[in-house]
Nanobody, 114 residues
Framework: QVQLVESGGGLVQPGESLRLSCAAS????????MGWYRQAPGKQRDLVAI??????HYADSVLGRFTLSRDNAKNTVYLQMNSLKPEDTAVYYC?????????WGQGTQVTVSS
């Protein structure tokens, strides 16, 4: 099994920044995908950004504003979110996939409001 611990959500005003962190532990010997999804109230869970086999993928809506990075030594990914908009408000979920398992974090709330 894979365990994920997320941190960094909160309430910010439009235009401000937040940084999310997600640390993986457990059966993580061979992580081939790790990243973030988000789910707004009444909507489906959508991809935000993910690293798959070393390649970055971003949702069009966050290109140029969000940056995903990974610290392999710490089995941690970071999502730097700049120029936040009210439409970025959602619960953000970390996701990891290994050769043996996959898992989701518990979710962290990001609210962008003036």
């Amino acid at each position: 099994q894979v365990q994920l611990v997320e941190s960094g959500g909160g309430l910010v005003q439009p235009g401000e920044s937040l940084r999310l962190s997600c640390a993986a532990s457990g059966s993580i010997a061979s992580i081939n995908a790790m990243g973030w999804y988000r789910q707004a109230p009444g909507k489906q869970r959508d991809l935000v950004a993910i690293i798959i086999d070393g390649n970055m993928h971003y949702a069009d809506s966050v290109l140029g504003r969000f940056t995903l990075s990974r610290d392999n030594a710490k089995n941690t990914v970071y999502l730097q979110m700049n120029s936040l908009k009210p439409e970025d408000t959602a619960v953000y979920y970390c996701y990891v996939r290994t050769s043996l398992a996959s898992g989701w974090g518990q979710g962290t709330q990001v609210t962008v409001s003036s």
